[in-house]
C-alpha cells in the first residue's frame, strides 16, 4: 500500500517561494493498494493533482473518505478531471450534518451557480454519495476501513484504512483539549491503536494555540503524544498553517522530532509529491 501526499496546507491554498518545498495545496491524500480502486483522503485542491495520475476517458473508478465539509476539504471536486469524462465512477463517504442533510446535498447545494458555473448534477460522471460517521466498511473485497466522529468544529470523521496486515490512520483536523491538556476520544485511539502511519492535524504552534484554541485544531505536540498514546509507528505532520513556510515546518519539526526520539515515534513533515511505500 502507497501513501501520496498530494496536498498538505490547511485553511486555504497558498503559493510562493517561501512555500515551495512543502507546497500550498489543500487536503488530498492518495492510497494505491495493490488489486483495488484508487482511494483519496480528502477533497482539496490537491485532488486536482491526484486526478492528473488517473485516467480521463471514463474508465475511473475511485472512493474518497472525506474528513468533513470546510472549503480546504471540498474545493478540489470541481476541478477533478476524471469526473468530467462519461462512465467515470467515484463513491464519496463522509459525514452528515446535525440538521441531518447528507454530504450530497451539501456539496449539490454548494457546486451550482451562483458559486459554481453549473451544477454538480450536471458533471458528466457518476458520483456516488455515502453518509458514514461510527461506520466500519469496506472497499472492494479486502480493504477494511474504519470512520470515527472527531472532535473538529462540525460533524468531523477520521479514517483508518487497513490491507494485508498494514494500515494508515487520517485524522486531517482534530481539536485537541481546550485547555491545552493531552487527552483524546474514544474514537481518535480507536483509528491510531497500533497503525504504521499516521497523518495527523499539526497546524499550529503553542504561542499560536492560545489565541485559537476553539479553532478546531492541534499542536505538533499533541499529535506526537497521541501517536505515542496509541501505538502509531510513524507521524507525519500535517495540514499545515498556511502562514508557515518551509523554514518554519523545519523549525517546527526540529523540535518535535526529539520529542518523537523520546516518546518511541518516527516524525516527519508531509509535503506535496511525497510518497511512503508501506
Not at 475511485?62 to 470541481?78: E, V
Not at 479514517?159 to 474514537?187: E, I, K
Request: with cysteine.
Amino acid at each position: 500500500m502507497k501513501v501520496t501526499f498530494y496536498g498538505v496546507r490547511g485553511s486555504t491554498p497558498c503559493n510562493g517561494s517561501e512555500i515551495e518545498r512543502y507546497g500550498g495545496n489543500t487536503s488530498c491524500v492518495g492510497l494505491d493498494v495493490p488489486g483495488n480502486d484508487p482511494i483519496v483522503f480528502d477533497l482539496g485542491t490537491g485532488l486536482r493533482y491526484f486526478g492528473m495520475k488517473q485516467p480521463s476517458d471514463g474508465s475511473f473508478r475511485g472512493h474518497a473518505l472525506l474528513t468533513h465539509l470546510h472549503w480546504d476539504h471540498t474545493q478540489g471536486l470541481p476541478f477533478f478531471a476524471p469526473i468530467l469524462c462519461a462512465g467515470a465512477e467515484f463513491d464519496v463517504y463522509g459525514p452528515p450534518q446535525e440538521d441531518g442533510r447528507s454530504i450530497g446535498e451539501i456539496l449539490a447545494a454548494t457546486i451550482r451557480p451562483p458559486l459554481f458555473p453549473i451544477e454538480l448534477e450536471r458533471f458528466p460522471g457518476r458520483m456516488r454519495f455515502h453518509d458514514v460517521s461510527d461506520t466500519d466498511f469496506t472497499i472492494g473485497a479486502d480493504v477494511a476501513v474504519k470512520a470515527r466522529l472527531i472532535p473538529h468544529v462540525g460533524p468531523t470523521c477520521g479514517y483508518r484504512v487497513t490491507w494485508n496486515g498494514r494500515s494508515v490512520a487520517y485524522l486531517s483536523d482534530h481539536q485537541m483539549p481546550y485547555d491545552g491538556s493531552m487527552a483524546a476520544s474514544q474514537g481518535a485511539l480507536e483509528l491510531i491503536d497500533g497503525c504504521d502511519l499516521l497523518i495527523h492535524d499539526s497546524q499550529y504552534l503553542v504561542s499560536e494555540f492560545a489565541t485559537k484554541s476553539t479553532w478546531g485544531h492541534c499542536t505538533a505536540e499533541f499529535a506526537v503524544w497521541l501517536a505515542a498514546e496509541a501505538g502509531a509507528k510513524r507521524l507525519a505532520l500535517y495540514h499545515h498553517d498556511p502562514t508557515r513556510g518551509d523554514d518554519a515546518v523545519d523549525d517546527m519539526l526540529r523540535a518535535i522530532t526529539l520529542e518523537g526520539q523520546r516518546l518511541g515515534v518516527e516524525v516527519f513533515a508531509a509535503s506535496e509529491g511525497l510518497t511512503i511505500d508501506l
